[in-house]
């Protein structure tokens, strides 16, 4: 069974777009290329993040200039109606063939706190569960119009929901998984810690006597026809942005997650490889690529959201890098220990590095066992 790979469609876009200069602004004609590029390349789809473009409105933005690609599309529980959501999906899906997919968002409190919605951690997770049942409800009845003398509906699809993904770390968040959702995700980490992931999930749902249908992570990729060419441009993704800004960057989320009581220069990380790190960059330089080699083919790398993962908590910033063989073993590995069906892949600048590997990856996940 192949793997089916997704990109992301996103603004958060550029050469390098983690270092000033390095960030594309708002631009509609190039999301449009991306999203023509995501289709034409044989993804499956793409995830439409929460950045400050709104991600239903970029998928629906994309979607009218793409044929077959699926929008997974970022959106946090209880932010509108669920039969607000149900009408959108529904129209959505009508225009584009069934082509929606939600990935349900917990989210944190420094964002839902922007949005009035000032509920605790765990209590998200009770409400969300009756907000996608809701949710589902209103889909599946259709739609209709408000007006009586013009009886025009839209039917939920007898054969068809929309297909929900997420994840869960938490003992809620995992419990909360098991009874909702319909794909469990986790950010790619060496294969025995998802091989643990993908295990306490399958066992909510068991729990829940629901079984999931996909199995997801999300991973920084960069592909090149040899490694070495590889590797060249994973090295330029810290010299681009530069010791400075690199130190700058973590020396402001020390101090974030530390309260003030400590900055880069007196931090500890949780493990040796990682302090190691940590002490080449208060040094003044940039970790040598073999240094930030994690195992399994992956590397701890920088992306738009994340910075280099000093702090070992399951940062999204990793990257499988090399040559499109070596990848593949890897991913194929990957899949017969874990279980894993689906990859949601980033790589920048994103339409360039959606071309590698639509090129070099895409046919060769197509013939996974």
Do not use: C
């Not at 631009?27 to 993040?49: H, N, P, S, Y």
């Not at 706190?113 to 569960?129: A, F, I, P, Q, S």
């Not at 006597?209 to 991973?219: C, I, N």
């Amino acid at each position: 069974m192949s793997i089916k790979t997704f990109w992301y469609l996103t603004q958060a876009d550029g050469d390098f777009p983690w270092s000033p200069g390095g960030l594309y602004p708002v631009d509609g004609a190039r999301q449009i290329e991306l999203a023509k590029t995501i289709d034409d390349g044989g993804f499956d789809g793409a995830l439409v993040a929460t950045w400050s473009n709104d991600p239903f409105a970029s998928a629906a933005w994309a979607a009218s200039h793409t044929s077959r690609m699926k929008f997974l599309v970022a959106i946090y529980a209880n932010m509108i109606p669920a039969r607000l959501l149900a009408e959108k999906a529904l129209t959505f899906d009508a225009f584009t063939g069934g082509r929606l997919m939600i990935n349900s968002v917990n989210g944190r409190d420094n964002i839902l706190t922007k949005y009035d919605m000032n509920v605790e951690h765990d209590r998200r997770y009770e409400l969300g569960e009756q907000y996608w049942a809701d949710f589902r409800r209103y889909y599946r009845e259709g739609t209709e119009s408000n007006f009586p003398n013009t009886p025009l509906r839209i039917d939920g699809p007898a054969d068809h929901d929309v297909p929900l993904w997420g994840t869960g770390d938490s003992p809620a968040g995992l419990a909360n998984s098991g009874k909702v959702l319909d794909a469990y995700l986790v950010m790619l980490r060496e294969t025995s810690f998802i091989e643990d992931k993908f295990a306490g999930a399958r066992a909510a749902a068991a729990a829940a006597g629901r079984e999931f249908t996909d199995f997801g992570a999300l991973s920084g990729v960069i592909v090149r026809p040899t490694r070495d060419e590889a590797m060249d441009r994973f090295r330029s993704l810290f010299e681009k942005a530069g010791i400075d800004q690199i130190a700058d960057v973590l020396d402001k989320a020390v101090r974030r997650r530390t309260g003030g009581q400590q900055d880069l220069a007196t931090f500890t990380a949780r493990d040796a490889q990682r302090q190691g790190w940590v002490d080449t960059i208060v040094a003044g330089k940039i970790p040598e690529p073999n240094d930030l080699y994690l195992g399994d083919g992956l590397y701890a790398g920088i992306t738009a959201w994340s910075p280099l993962d000093i702090f070992a908590t399951g940062s999204s910033a990793v990257y499988y890098v090399g040559a499109p063989d070596e990848i593949t073993d890897h991913v194929r590995v990957l899949k017969q220990r874990t279980g894993l069906t689906s990859l949601i892949l980033a790589g920048w600048p994103l339409i360039d590095e959606a071309k590698q590997v639509a090129e070099h990856l895409i046919p060769r996940f197509a013939d996974l066992d």
